[in-house]
Nanobody
Framework: QVQLVESGGGLVQPGGSLRLSCTAS????????MGWYRQAPGKQREFVTS???????NYADSVKGRFTCSRDNAKNTVYLQMNSLKPEDTAVYYC???????????????WGQGTQVTVSS
């Protein structure tokens, strides 16, 4: 069994910064891509960023230049540094990872429980 646990959400003023973390635990054999999605009230979940196990990143246009995704493979952890936050960044942020468990021969998609980010004055 695998768990993804996020932390670091909260309330921040426009222009401020937050750093999210997500750690995967359990019977993990290997992790491929990790990343973040978000879902604002009344909207569909959308892609924010992803990072491969070699460190290549991809970003949604709406966050390019403001958000930075990184990971620590030794800790099975992915981070999201969010700068210059805007009210439209308000959403529940979900961690996502492609994981192969110790007894599996295929990769499965896992999700965290989500962490609330609110940008408001």
């Amino acid at each position: 069994q695998v768990q993804l646990v996020e932390s670091g959400g909260g309330l921040v003023q426009p222009g401020g910064s937050l750093r999210l973390s997500c750690t995967a635990s359990g019977r993990i054999f290997s992790i491929a891509a990790m990343g973040w999605y978000r879902q604002a009230p009344g909207k569909q979940r959308e892609f924010v960023t992803s990072i491969t196990n070699s460190g290549s990143t991809n970003y949604a246009d709406s966050v390019k230049g403001r958000f930075t995704c990184s990971r620590d493979n030794a800790k099975n952890t992915v981070y999201l540094q969010m700068n210059s936050l805007k009210p439209e960044d308000t959403a529940v942020y979900y961690c996502n990872a492609d994981i192969r468990t110790r007894l599996a021969t295929v990769w499965d998609d896992y999700w965290g429980q989500g962490t609330q980010v609110t940008v408001s004055s």
